[in-house]
């Protein structure tokens, strides 16, 4: 069981800030309108003064046209060089070309376009009065030229010109500043509608902001209890866990004191009535061996049966406690196991043994021995191997157990599964007496490698062990394993069928 932040819903806000979000986009919409629609004001007012300032150029420019123009006809007079009359022969092709764009420019205005009209006309005139000048000055020369200009009113046209351009010009100057009003009053408008919006949007982001704040203060409250809660849970499951650990410790320690109980009353009650049974049934038969020999021989008979039914005993004993380590010592039991596993499995198996490690206690060598035995067990029902090799060594007052074999390997987690009741087993062994147990790949990471360190323990020991304390539990759990089991048997342990584990 565990908790978790991920929720399985998609998480959805809140119908106001949901509110606040589509109001926060309109305005920000809106604000983007606005913004456009002011460009696009502002592009004209701006388009419109430009148009106005050409145009007062324009005007001015031909001005300067007619000016030249009259000018380039008096450097004619004077020096009688043609060079000089580029500028009026240039002239009515400028001038027209003027008043076109002119026409083009103050198409919006009517005023100017009545102003433009009578300018048309008088640039005309003025045109006129050139070129008949330029024909009599072609006719009779300079005199001529003299005594037209003492009574022509040209000044009049040329001062006309003058003014209608000034007049023209203060209007398109007006216009500017006009537009150049409107321009900036158009700007001064966006740029307040401009401070608003923002404004606006502003005071909805603090909206959202602030909801957003709360939103995430609640999240992290909820991080926290949540968090709180699975600190409270683990610590909860931390303590489950040690309470069955030591549970199935002490279930260990009691499944091996009532063995060596069932051991000693099979060995000694069961033995003693077998065995006076025995003598019975061979009394009897001998009696009756010439008197009713059919008899005798069904009590011979029965006399093999029972015989049969000690040899059983004898291996259910060795099955419960093995009699020789209690009699001999742990290197010779694993010894005898190992080759009664050989024999019944066909593996290649070798015991290596370091050390006095016979000087071990009673609790040490019966948790060393039930580690080698499951190890074997395992190798001969999953590992395929082909050897394996059983190396005990004494470290100090320590035992270090390695059982090692070719086979197929194992899994590095395969401790922490579910089902791996035998290596759970040996591990609650191990740790019952202080020690630590692994499970790892081989040398060269072939086959599986079981290593397991007990402490040597006394070989002395009496009494009852040390009671077992269980976190939670009302009181401890007293271990009754007796320190030295009494001998049940001096019959080497023979393998049968591994506890029923082989295929």
């Known amino acids: 069981m565990y908790f978790t932040t991920q929720l399985h819903d998609r ?11 589509l109001m926060c986009v309109l305005i920000l919409i809106a604000n983007a309108i606005s913004l456009s629609m002011n460009l696009y004001s502002l592009r004209g007012a701006n388009a419109s003064q430009v148009q106005s300032a050409r145009a ?15 000018s ?37 205005s009517p005023s100017q376009k009545r102003n433009l009209a009578q300018l048309r006309t008088l640039l005309a005139r003025k045109l006129g009065n050139l070129n008949d000048i330029h024909e ?20 009049s046209v040329m001062d006309e010109i003058r003014l209608l351009t000034v007049i023209m010009v203060e209007e398109q100057n007006e216009l500017i500043e006009r537009r150049g009003d409107s ?12 401070i608003g919006i923002n404004v606006c949007a502003i005071l909805v982001l603090l909206l959202f902001n602030k909801l957003v704040r709360e939103s995430y203060s609640t999240r992290v409250e909820a991080e926290r209890a949540l968090q709180d809660a699975n600190e409270n849970l683990e610590s909860m499951v931390a303590t489950r866990t040690e309470q069955l650990s030591v549970l199935s410790r002490h279930l260990i320690s009691v499944a091996e004191v009532e063995k060596a109980k069932l051991a000693r009353e099979l060995h000694d009650e069961m033995g003693a ?9 061979m009394s009897v038969s001998g009696k009756l061996k010439h008197s009713h020999p059919e008899l005798s021989a069904t009590l011979d008979h029965a006399r093999a049966t029972l015989t049969e039914t000690v040899e059983l005993k004898r291996r259910i004993i060795e099955d419960l406690r093995p009699s020789l380590l209690d009699n001999l010592g742990l290197s010779a039991a694993l010894d005898a196991y190992t080759k009664d596993f050989a024999g019944a499995t066909g593996l290649a198996c070798d015991v290596l043994v370091d050390g006095a490690v016979d000087q071990a206690g009673p609790s040490s060598a019966i948790a060393v021995f039930r580690i080698v035995q499951e190890s074997l067990n395992n190798v001969a ?42 290596l759970v087993g040996m591990r609650e062994r191990a740790l019952l007496l202080g020690g630590t147990f692994s499970v790892e790949r081989g040398v060269n990471n072939v086959g599986t490698k079981v290593c397991a360190q007990v402490p040597l323990g006394n070989r002395e020991e009496g009494g009852a062990a040390p009671a077992v304390e269980v976190p939670g539990a009302p009181g401890p759990i007293p271990d009754e394993q007796p320190a030295a089991p009494q001998p049940v048997g001096t019959r080497p342990q023979t393998l049968h069928d591994l506890d029923g584990q082989l295929p």
């Open 11 to 21: 998480p959805r806000l809140p119908i106001y800030a949901s509110l606040l979000l």
């Open 56 to 70: 007062v150029d324009k005007l001015q420019y031909l001005n300067v046209i007619v000016t030249d123009a009259e």
């Open 72 to 108: 380039s006809l008096r450097g004619y007079f004077l020096s009688g060089s043609e060079a000089y009359l580029g500028p009026w022969r240039a002239a009515p092709v400028e001038i027209d070309t003027k008043l076109r764009e002119l026409d083009a420019l103050l198409a919006d």
């Open 136 to 155: 009599v000055y072609r006719a009779g020369g300079l005199d001529d030229i003299v005594k037209i200009a003492r009574t022509t009113d040209d000044k």
């Open 183 to 194: 321009f900036y009053a158009d700007y001064e408008y966006a740029v307040l509608i401009g």
């Open 273 to 281: 009535n077998l065995t006076s049974i025995s003598m019975n049934i």
């Open 381 to 422: 029902k999953y590992a395929s191997a082909r050897h394996v090799t059983v190396h005990l060594a004494r470290e100090g007052e320590t035992l270090v157990l390695e059982v090692v074999d070719d086979g197929v390997g194992i899994e590095n987690d395969a401790v922490a599964k579910p089902r791996s009741h035998g």
